[in-house]
């Protein structure tokens, strides 16, 4: 039986297909999320390594480790929460700038004399309602009104922040519930509560966009509205539904933020908006919809979190904070768009 030999020709053909294939993985666009919560999780590395050589006692103290890590995690859990409901907003075409008021009236309105003489039930159910009726206007208005999605948001921002001084006084209303105060400081298996919910909502938005039929009209409806008028799906409906969903989020947030503080005010969640869309954003939202992440959402609104907390440590102060932040954002978003590129020629060259 004759033996077949290799074209020794064909050996580099090979490697160069290797070199293809990574090629392929790294700058695809199924892969492409992969990449961006990547080079997120490399950030925070960054930020933690930057923690621990500028606070070496701190960070030699296992035990501080943690509990700062359980500290990180439950001052991102409120907006958090906020940055899920965002999400789906602005993947479907739209953007809300009103999620910080509307966390500011659920919980104003939630902390009444009134609302809390029906006990934790009813500032829950208050809150919640508080939040998805005021979605449920910004949808009407953006999805029937005709509205373009800013204006309108706008417009929500300075009349729920006007409404939420109004019915506090301008003055902080105190919590006195404490089942709904206690949340703050509830652990279950030593989590902290706070973390468990931010845990539920984010795996709840992760399935509802990928593995419903929900998510995949949100994504049409965010990539080219009239092709999916034609493909079936009520765009409209559909619309006043996200923001209805983004009003849900900032009620839970709303909450969570009364239960931290004890306490309810009209400046509470202020520019919150801000920094749930940067947190979507870097986390790889198109902000011209059409494509975004929640698991990528989560690390941007975490590495907002870490810097927070790492100037705590070190006692710097709000401005520079504010600065790193944005200098960050742009970082963050040259990374994404850079897309591994010279990590795929290196590929390339020695495959």
């Not at 907006?79 to 789906?88: C, L, Y």
Request: charged share 10%.
């Amino acid at each position: 039986m004759k033996a077949t030999t290799a074209d020794p020709g064909t050996r580099p053909e090979i490697r160069k297909d290797g070199g293809d294939v990574l090629r392929r993985w790294w700058t695809s666009e199924s892969n492409e999320f992969a990449g961006r919560n990547l080079a997120l999780i490399g950030v925070l590395v960054v930020l933690i390594a930057l923690g621990a050589l500028t606070r070496p006692d701190l960070y030699g103290d296992p035990d501080w480790v943690r509990n700062n890590v359980f500290t990180i995690l439950q001052q991102a859990s409120a907006i958090g929460v906020v940055t899920v409901g965002m999400t789906f907003v602005i993947i479907g075409g739209g953007i809300d700038l009103s999620v910080g008021a509307i966390m500011a009236l659920a919980g104003v309105w939630a902390t009444t004399v009134a609302t809390q003489s029906f006990g934790a039930g009813g500032m829950i159910f208050t809150a919640i309602a508080v939040g998805v009726g005021t979605g449920l206007v910004n949808g009407l208005l953006i999805s029937y009104g005709r509205l373009v999605p800013f204006i309108a948001t706008l417009a929500m921002m300075v009349a729920a922040r006007g409404l939420a001084a109004s019915i506090s006084g301008k003055q902080t209303q105190i919590s006195g519930n404490a089942t709904i105060n206690g949340i703050a400081s509830t652990e279950i298996l030593g989590v902290p509560l706070l973390v468990i919910i931010l845990v539920v909502v984010v795996a709840a938005g992760w399935v509802l966009l990928n593995r419903t039929t929900f998510g995949r009209r949100t994504v049409a409806v965010g990539g080219n509205p009239e092709a999916a008028r034609l493909a079936g799906i009520n765009v409209r409906r559909h619309t006043l539904l996200l923001y209805a969903l983004s009003g849900l989020c900032c009620g839970i947030g709303a909450l969570m933020l009364t239960a931290q503080a004890n306490s309810a005010q009209a400046a509470m969640a202020n520019l919150y908006e801000l920094d749930a869309i940067a947190a979507a954003i870097i986390g790889g939202t198109l902000l011209s919809g059409g494509r975004g992440t929640i698991v990528g959402a989560l690390f941007g609104v975490l590495v907002f979190s870490t810097i927070t907390n790492l100037f705590a440590i070190n006692n710097l102060t709000t401005e520079s904070q504010n600065m790193i932040k944005g200098g960050i954002i742009v970082a963050a978003v040259l990374i994404q768009q850079f897309r591994f590129g010279s990590l795929t020629k290196l590929f390339s060259r020695t495959a």
